[in-house]
Each structure stands twice: as structure tokens, then as C-alpha cells.
């Protein structure tokens, strides 16, 4: 009997397993603009336009193939509001009893349709998302009986089952890791490459002006909007990455630059994420410019690493720890987060840069969410829920089962060490050695407390000195609690009143 093949707006791929598993001269497609998925957190308006316009390019591109697709938009008068809601309405105008689904990508939507189709005696067939390298199953089973879950095995595993720069059953180039070669500033430079803009055709117009009428007091610069939004689209922009900034992708990896909120980054993550492109082809092209000798080794690795690695793993950790992950709060931090991360009015130069490049693009890369805005949450104790509810909120590639383990785990360390073996805590020294930032700081970054000392300096040692009791015996931290044992007792005090007043301001 013909089925509701359900595809969602983060399943965005023609290989879905809920399309190969479907037949299209009896099947029909159900894709819905529902305000539940839209509004669970205040997205940045450039994700929703994102999100909205590449699932109605898809809904066509299905259309084109010969699918039948009941597409519902946001503004259709009927609309119920939820995935469920216009499952159970297609049902009713369609008389299907059978519903398939891939797997959806975050747990919050996986419980609410399968309760959902025991309430309503649904016969829903929920399929795995295949579109990963590591099943649930095989993480498990890699995670099963070990004490400590560490990206690095489980990274080495993953590059054995892929084959991915592997001779043999030997890593490319003698060494599974080549990250010490990857830690170095970068400079301004008139030839960096920026990711390929897209203009809006006619079908983003339409998105945009929707978004700006519904959405219009979200956070965000909507326009210019240039992503691309079909896997066309998105094939070009990979295309671009391989071969203008994979080069130098490793060397400059961890710095940050004013002026550059792109650097030598792939800027993919949110058409990976939504299903615009696959993991291992974009893993197979990279690889393929290391062969032909266009990139070296240590951006090649690196960049799969990233991909085979850490996204495959904070996956699997996800699913395994979820439901409760997201409420973690190792610390009992409960500072509610600061009003200039909706508005990136800071005097903190670096604060700044990456709060405003991310309400102008809803992006920023890693060193800057991990090391900026996520190292200043954590120093200053803000509650973890409300630092993962504004990261899942503000980027493009943001889906729960990617962020939380970032923002939970290895950004906030509320699961306590579960994902990462030490807080990565950094005072303004670091900030310095990988940007350019501080040279336009009004803080001094050299300055350790009292009037206009970086502010990362004194919330460094007073976020150690309050977390002593949770941290001093972590042996990566050693040499700080050391340090700071040292330290006299007034410059002690100094640090501390210094933080206080930092915090009393926020
Ligand atoms: P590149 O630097 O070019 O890396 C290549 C690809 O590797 C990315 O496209 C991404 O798919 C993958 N990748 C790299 N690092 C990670 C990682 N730590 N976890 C998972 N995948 C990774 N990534 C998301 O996709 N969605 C998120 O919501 C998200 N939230 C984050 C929150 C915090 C606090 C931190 C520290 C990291 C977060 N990341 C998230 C990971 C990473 O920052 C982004 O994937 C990356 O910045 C995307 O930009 P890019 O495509 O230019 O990445
Ligand atoms: C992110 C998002 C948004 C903004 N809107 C929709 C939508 O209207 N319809 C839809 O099917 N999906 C949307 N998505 C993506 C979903 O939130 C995503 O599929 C789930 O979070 C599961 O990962
Ligand atoms: Fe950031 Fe401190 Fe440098 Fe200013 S001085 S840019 S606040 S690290």
C-alpha cells in the first residue's frame, strides 16, 4: 500500500534512506514549513531562509525526478504548526495508513514522532540515517566498556573503515595526527579566499521576504543572503574550498583575524549538515588534491579529521548520552548569558568580532566559538542551557546532535569530561598569540588585573580558583593550580576582586 515518505529540512539529500526505501509511482513525499521547527529556538534569520529555500529547491529537484511531493509552506492557511500536526493532516486528505521516516537528527523530534504515532496507532517506519560513517551501533560498540571516550581511537578507527589516507593498515605520511604543524597565526592578506556567494533567484526571494515578515525581530542580518541553497550549489562552493583554501586550510587552522571570518575554512558545514552534501565525498575529493599533490598532508589530515573524526564522534556521543545531555552542568554555573551576545556591544575587540561576524553570516569557526565566546561563557559561570540554547539559535549548520556535544561538552565541560579531558580555559594570552585582535582591543591584554586588564585574565585564574574543588585534581591542569598556588596571596585577592568586578558588570 502506498506510503507518507517524510523528509526534513536537515534531509536534504536524494539518497536519503526514506527515498531509496520508497517507491515513486506510489509513494508520496510530505516536506512542511512548520513554526514548532522554526521556533524552538530564535534561529538566526539567515538559517531559516537557508533551511526554507533549500528545502523548497529540493522539493522541486524531487518534483523534476518523478516524486509525487505534498509541500507544505509556512504561510499555507491549514498549516498546523507541527511535523506531527501535517502528518497527521496529509494522512486524513491523502487516506494513507503507512508514514516512513529517516531517523531524525535530533531526539527532541525522534521522541515526539514516535510518541506521537503510538498515541494516534500510527504505522510508522522509521529508518537509520545512513548518511554518516559510523552507525549508532558500531559507536556503541566502540564505546561500549571503555573508561574514557577519546576522539583520537575513535578517529583511527574511523580512518581504517574508510580507508581514507590509510596504506595498508598504515596512516598516510607514517603518523595518524599531524595537528602540531596546524597552530600557527595567520597574516592579513590581499589574496585570501573568501567562500563563493550566490545570488538569490527567485524562489530565495520569495524565502527572504517571508522570513523578514515572520521572523523579523530574530537575531541576525539576513541580507546580503549568499548561500547556496541547492547541492548544486553547494558542490561549486566545495569545489572552491579544495582548491583555494584546503591548501593552507592546517597551517593556520586555530588563528583568527579581524577582518577574515572565513580564513582558510571550509565554510560547508551547514550544507553537510543538511544533507546538500555527503561526508565521504567531500572526504574523497579532499583526499584525491593530497594525491595529485595540491594540498599537503597536514591540511588534508587535518580536514578529514575534522569530518571522520570529530563530527561522526560528538554524534555518536550524543545519542548515547541523550535524553538529560543538554541539561549537564558539571560547574552549577547559572549566570544568565550577557545581552552582548545578542548584540555584540562589547569593548572586548575579540568578543566583538566574532558576535557581530556571526549576526552578519551566521557563522564563525571554530577557534572563534570554542576559544572566544565559548571560553568567556564558561569563565564567567553562565548557566550551560543558556549558552547551548544560543549557539543552536545562531549558526547555520546548528542541529542539536552537533551542537550540544560542542557547547555541552567540549566548549562549557559540563558533562564533566565526558567528551574532553580538560576545560579549555585560556586567558588573553592566548587570544594574542592566534590573532590580531588585541592590537585593536581598548583592554590590555598584557595586563593582569585593575583597570582595563583583558578581562579573560582575571575570569581565567578566578574560574580555577572557584572550580578548585572540580578541577584540581585533572592532572592536564596541574601546572596552572601549581601556578596559581604560588602566586601570593594578595595578587591572589587581586585577581579575584578584579574578576568580581568583571562579573558584576555583566
Ligand atoms: P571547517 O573548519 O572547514 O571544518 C570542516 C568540517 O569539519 C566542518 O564543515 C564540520 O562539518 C566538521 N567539523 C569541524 N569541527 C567539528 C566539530 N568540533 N564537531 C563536528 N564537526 C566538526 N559544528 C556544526 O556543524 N554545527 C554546530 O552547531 C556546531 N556548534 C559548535 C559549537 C561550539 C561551541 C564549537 C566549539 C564548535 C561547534 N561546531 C559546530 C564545530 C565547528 O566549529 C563547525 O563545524 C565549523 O566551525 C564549521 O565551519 P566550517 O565548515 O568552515 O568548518
Ligand atoms: C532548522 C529547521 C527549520 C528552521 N525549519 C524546519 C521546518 O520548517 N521544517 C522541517 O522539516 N525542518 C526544519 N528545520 C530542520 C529541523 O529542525 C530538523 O530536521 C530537526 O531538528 C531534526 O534534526
Ligand atoms: Fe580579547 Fe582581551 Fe585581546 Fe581584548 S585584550 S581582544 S578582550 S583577548
Redesign the pocket.
Known amino acids: 500500500s502506498s506510503r507518507l515518505i517524510l523528509v526534513l529540512g536537515d534531509q536534504l539529500s536524494q539518497n536519503l534512506s526514506a527515498l531509496s526505501q520508497a517507491e515513486k509511482a506510489r509513494d508520496t513525499v510530505l516536506m512542511a514549513e512548520v513554526a514548532d521547527e522554526a521556533g524552538y529556538v530564535p534561529h538566526h534569520k539567515k538559517k531559516i531562509a537557508f533551511v526554507f529555500s533549500a528545502m523548497r529547491h529540493f522539493a522541486d529537484e524531487l518534483g523534476a525526478a518523478g516524486w509525487q511531493v505534498r509541500y507544505v509552506r509556512l504561510n499555507d492557511p491549514d498549516n498546523t504548526g507541527s511535523i506531527t500536526g501535517e502528518i497527521a493532516r496529509a494522512i486524513g486528505d491523502l487516506s494513507i495508513a503507512n508514514v516512513q521516516v529517516t531517523e531524525p537528527g535530533e531526539y527532541r523530534l525522534k521522541a515526539a514522532l514516535l510518541e506521537w504515532a503510538d498515541q494516534s496507532q500510527t504505522d510508522l517506519h522509521m529508518l537509520e540515517d545512513d548518511r554518516f560513517v559510523a552507525t549508532h551501533q558500531e559507536f556503541r560498540n566502540w564505546a561500549d566498556g571503555r573508561k574514557q571516550l577519546r576522539m583520537e581511537y575513535f578517529y583511527r578507527e574511523m580512518r581504517r573503515k574508510t580507508g581514507l589516507l590509510m596504506n595498508g593498515d598504515q596512516p598516510e605520511g607514517g603518523r595518524w595526527n599531524f595537528d602540531a604543524e596546524n597552530r600557527k597565526p595567520a597574516n592579513a592578506d590581499l589574496f585570501m579566499p573568501q567562500p563563493p556567494r550566490s545570488d538569490p533567484d527567485d524562489i530565495t526571494t520569495e524565502v527572504l521576504s517571508l522570513v523578514e515578515t515572520r521572523f523579523g525581530d530574530n537575531f541576525g542580518q539576513l541580507r546580503p543572503f549568499w548561500f547556496a541553497v541547492t547541492r548544486a550549489g553547494a558542490l561549486e562552493a566545495l569545489d572552491h574550498f579544495v582548491e583555494h583554501a584546503l591548501p593552507l586550510?592546517g597551517d593556520h587552522?586555530d588563528a583568527m583575524l579581524e577582518a577574515e571570518p572565513?580564513l582558510y575554512?571550509?565554510?560547508?558545514?551547514h550544507y553537510?549538515?543538511a544533507g546538500l552534501l555527503g561526508p565521504m565525498e567531500i572526504c574523497r575529493q579532499v583526499e584525491r588534491a593530497y594525491y595529485e599533490g595540491r594540498a599537503p598532508l597536514n591540511a588534508v589530515e587535518g580536514?578529514i579529521r575534522?569530518?571522520i573524526g570529530?563530527?561522526e564522534y560528538?554524534r555518536g556521543l550524543y545519542w548515547l548520552k541523550m535524553p538529560g545531555y543538554t541539561e549537564r552542568n558539571h560547574f552549577g554555573a547559572t549566570r544568565p548569558l550577557p545581552d552582548f551576545y545578542w548584540t555584540a556591544k562589547t569593548e572586548m575587540a575579540c568578543m566583538a568580532a566574532a558576535i557581530g561576524q556571526t549576526r552578519d553570516h551566521a557563522?564563525?569557526?571554530?577557534i572563534q566559538?570554542?576559544m572566544v565566546t565559548?571560553n568567556f561563557a564558561m569563565l564567567a559561570g553562565v548557566d550551560p542551557h543558556e549558552v547551548h540554547e544560543w549557539?543552536?539559535a545562531v549558526?547555520a549548520?546548528?542541529?542539536e546532535w552537533?551542537?550540544a556535544p560542542?557547547?555541552i561538552g567540549?566548549?562549557q565541560f559540563a558533562d564533566g569530561g565526558l567528551l574532553g579531558s580538560k576545560p579549555y580555559a585560556a586567558s588573553g594570552n592566548y587570544i594574542n598569540k592566534m590573532s590580531d585582535h588585541c592590537s585593536h582591543c581598548c583592554y590590555d591584554v598584557k595586563r593582569k588585573f585593575g583597570a582595563n586588564a583583558c578581562p579573560f585574565n582575571p575570569l581565567y585564574w578566578d574560574f580555577l580558583a572557584r572550580n578548585a574543588d572540580k578541577l584540581r585534581g585533572n592532572p592536564r591542569l596541574g601546572h596552572a593550580y601549581r601556578t596559581w598556588d604560588r602566586m601570593d596571596p594578595e595578587k591572589q585577592a587581586q585577581y579575584r576582586d578584579s574578576a568580581r568586578e568583571i562579573l558584576d558588570s555583566l
Open positions: 586550510f587552522q572565513f575554512h571550509s565554510v560547508l558545514s553537510l549538515n580536514f575534522q569530518i570529530w563530527r560528538v557563522y564563525a569557526h571554530h566559538r570554542l565559548g549557539y543552536l549558526y549548520d546548528a542541529y552537533v551542537e560542542n557547547v567540549m566548549s
